[in-house]
């Protein structure tokens, strides 16, 4: 299996741009998570997902940032206008659906590193 | 919500020494406790995890303890090697794994 992948690994926009990142998840998994990390904030949940549907979106921090799945092997996180304050690596993970707690690991893509000047 | 607190922040020493990461929790209602290993530009990995109706785990050098009374939960790591060299992050989680809240991670460097 090739793992998370998540698209492009860098970006580097200006301030005002709309950014799009992607993320495929592992093929069977069907929760998939986005994080963001910042060296002043650290790792935060900004949004996961269960079969497709938005569950908590309590960490998107604030209207400029949207993420949508529209299936089971795609989700996108948008950010439009982009600022210099979302420059940070954002990550995608899934997880498997197994019921049993030997499913519960969540597996990381590399991340996409974003810059906005 | 779940608050998770982590120390010491970095962490030196010394190759062959142990090393200690202690992390403490808020909700009582977490049952799933994973640490994620991170080395230099690379993506968070699952090392240990432990859940709430066990106190202790061991996986070789690496062993996780838990006390729910106290709600705190250690990472040991015994031996330490150069590769071991990463920031470790505790996590907790009162779905099963789903809505994950981390630490703010500790830097450990071990020197040879």
């Known amino acids: 299996d090739a793992g998370v992948i998540q698209s492009p690994r860098h970006e580097v926009t200006e301030m005002g741009q709309e950014v799009t990142l992607r993320c495929k998840p592992i093929?069977?998994?069907?929760?998939l998570f986005w994080y963001r990390q910042t060296m002043m904030r650290g790792l935060e949940l900004l949004i996961y997902?269960?079969?497709?549907?938005?569950?908590?979106d309590s960490g998107m921090p604030e209207d400029r940032f949207s993420a949508k799945m529209p299936n089971a092997s795609f989700s996108t996180l948008k950010i439009q206008p982009s600022e210099p304050r979302d420059s940070a690596v954002y990550f995608c993970?899934?997880?498997?659906?197994?019921?049993?707690?030997?499913?519960?690991?969540?597996?990381f893509g590399p991340g996409t590193r974003l810059t906005v000047l | 919500g779940e608050n998770v607190e982590q120390h010491p922040s970095t962490l030196s020493v010394q190759e062959g020494d142990s090393a200690v990461i202690k992390c403490t929790y808020s909700?009582?209602?977490?049952?799933?406790f994973p640490w994620y290993k991170q080395e230099l530009g690379k993506r968070p990995q699952l090392i240990i995890d432990?859940?709430?109706?066990?106190g202790e785990k061991k996986d070789q050098r690496i062993a996780v303890t838990l006390n729910k009374t106290a709600k705190h939960f250690s990472l040991h790591i015994t031996e330490t090697q150069p590769e071991d060299s990463a920031v470790y992050f505790c996590?907790?989680?009162?779905?099963?794994?789903?809505?994950?809240?981390f630490g703010a991670g500790t830097i450990l460097r071990v020197k040879s």
């Open positions: 432990i859940r709430s109706n066990v």
């Open positions: 997902f269960n079969n497709n549907v938005p569950i908590d």
């Open positions: 909700d009582s209602a977490s049952n799933y």
């Open positions: 996590a907790a989680s009162a779905e099963y794994g789903n809505k994950l809240v």
């Open positions: 993970a899934s997880r498997h659906p197994g019921a049993g707690w030997a499913y519960n690991e969540q597996f």
């Open positions: 093929s069977g998994h069907n929760s």
